[in-house]
């Protein structure tokens, strides 16, 4: 049995013709950008074990699978891990409905004829966002949270086409911030990052008005922040952003929007998020959803990337969902477009739009509410214990940083000890935060009962006393 995973262009006078014609000279040019280090030479990749190097039958392959997952430590729910993805709860129902035919499906909806039940979907979707974010217009989704603020800052680029300033907040995401580099990268502009506060980890508004100026495009605010504090001044950010005439970024975690104002009321000229908490779960990495919106200002809405569904009418007067304002998009513009986003998250946005409507307005604060205060009840517990959980003051929605320098060892050391008693620790984020020393993240969520945040305690105190021994 043959097997051709994939036809090369391994003749050197069509790769030579390939790479002529898009302007690179050769393939160390085209991948240039690519640091040296973590290529994969020729020799390497005729080494690389790929696959099962021979076709087996399917029972055969899997057995080998399963060989290979059983090697996997699964942790539910006892996984405590913070810093961007979190273990929700996800209703089965959201699975059942998003694997039926007219969801399930790689069709991109052009067609509106035939495709009013998807189209339908995510107009529920953008409208829901909209609410809860209280913002005007929501795309039908962005690839992740990181992707959907690197497209908003270069879309802030594309309106305020004279100025060539980004202000970050230092508090971010680290990914994110990695990202939004490497998409702003070729594009001539200037990034800095605004301080944050020692003592309450939130922005440090001094250090924001003496770095933002007139060739300021765009000032973005996490909140809650990566340390998961509420930043307090967002709407006076917003203000110091609009007097410079620079457009206001924020970032926010959409289920905390069950307890804090949304980023609309705020002042924020766009939004952007990661639905990935809203009935999406866990899944090494993926798929998530990336949340976009704006305010109603065409100047913004025409520079949006991703697609937009609209409510118009059919030639006989029915109500009827469309695709709008497509001359933004790859399809029609190709390099012009607003974005190269093209396949997106739809069957995620459409996962969200089922969860929201499962849970409803009260349904969403009372979820918040339960976060905030099983959160805040595992502070205290963990507090009693001797560890550092109040490095920052302020409050702060589903995680927070401990320290464990007085500890005496290295937070590795307390981790690979959580981990022989099943439960994965916090992320540890000194690595980007060297100024905090043996710190990591610890997030809260609904899946956590009461118990397992005892069990944590519990465990957590007795690798304490056995390093006092």
């Known amino acids: 049995m043959d097997s051709h995973p994939w036809i090369p262009n391994s003749n050197r006078g069509i790769r030579e013709k390939m790479l002529k014609k898009i302007g690179v000279k050769n393939i160390d ?6 640091p040296r280090n973590v290529r994969i030479s020729k020799e390497e990749w005729d080494n690389l074990e790929i696959g099962l190097k021979n076709p087996v039958s399917e029972i055969t392959a899997r057995r080998i699978i399963e ?4 090697m996997n ?7 405590f891990l913070g810093g961007g993805a979190y273990p929700h709860y996800v209703p089965s129902v959201i699975k059942y409905l998003i694997s039926r035919g007219e969801f399930l499906t790689s069709y991109t909806p052009y067609q509106p004829e035939i495709s009013q039940g998807i189209l339908q979907a995510l107009f529920e979707y953008q409208s829901l966002m909209a609410e809860l974010l209280d913002m005007d217009v929501v795309n039908s989704s962005m690839y992740d949270w990181a992707s959907a603020l690197a497209e908003a800052l270069l879309m802030s680029l594309r309106v305020k086409k004279n100025k060539r300033k980004i202000l970050l907040p230092s508090n971010m995401n680290p990914i994110h911030k990695r990202v939004a580099n490497t998409y702003l990268s070729p594009h001539n502009v200037r990034i800095e990052y605004i301080n944050y506060d020692h003592d309450t980890g939130l922005i440090d508004l001094e250090d924001l008005k003496n770095k933002i100026d007139e ?8 909140s809650p922040n990566f340390f998961g504090y509420i930043e307090e001044n967002a709407k006076e950010i917003g203000e110091i952003a609009h007097d410079t005439d620079s457009l206001f970024i924020m970032g926010v975690d959409p289920i905390s929007l069950g307890l804090i104002k949304p980023p609309g009321e705020l002042g924020a000229d766009i939004a952007v998020g990661e639905g990935q908490p809203l009935g999406l779960g866990l899944n090494y990495g993926g798929p998530y959803l990336g949340i976009f919106a704006t305010r109603m200002n065409m100047k913004l809405v025409r520079q949006m990337p991703g697609r937009i569904i609209g409510l118009t009418k059919s030639v006989d007067g029915s109500r009827a969902f469309t695709m709008i304002l497509q001359t933004r998009e790859q399809h029609i513009r190709r390099a012009k477009a607003t974005s190269n986003i093209c396949t997106n998250e739809a069957l995620s946005a459409i996962a969200a739009a089922i969860y929201l409507a499962l849970l409803g307005r009260n349904g969403i604060r009372k979820l918040a509410e339960l976060i905030y205060y099983r959160s805040h009840y595992a502070q205290a517990r963990l507090r009693e214990i001797g560890l550092n959980t109040d490095i920052f003051k302020s409050d702060f929605f589903k995680e927070f940083p401990i320290n464990f320098d007085n500890i005496g060892v290295k937070y590795r050391y307390i981790h690979e000890k959580l981990l022989e008693n099943n439960i994965h620790g916090g992320l540890y984020i000194g690595n980007w935060f060297p100024e905090l020393g043996e710190t990591a993240l610890y997030a809260f969520t609904e899946a956590h009962t009461k118990n397992d945040i005892d069990l944590l305690v519990e465990k957590l105190a007795n690798i304490i006393n056995e390093l006092k021994r």
């Not at 040019?29 to 690519?34: K, P, V, W």
């Not at 060989?67 to 059983?70: A, G, M, P």
């Not at 060739?215 to 996490?222: G, L, P, S």
């Open 73 to 79: 430590k699964v942790f539910v729910p006892l996984l």
């Open 215 to 222: 060739n300021t495009a765009a000032v973005y605010v996490q």
């Open 29 to 34: 040019e085209l991948f240039s950008d690519i």
């Open 67 to 70: 060989e290979k997952l059983s």
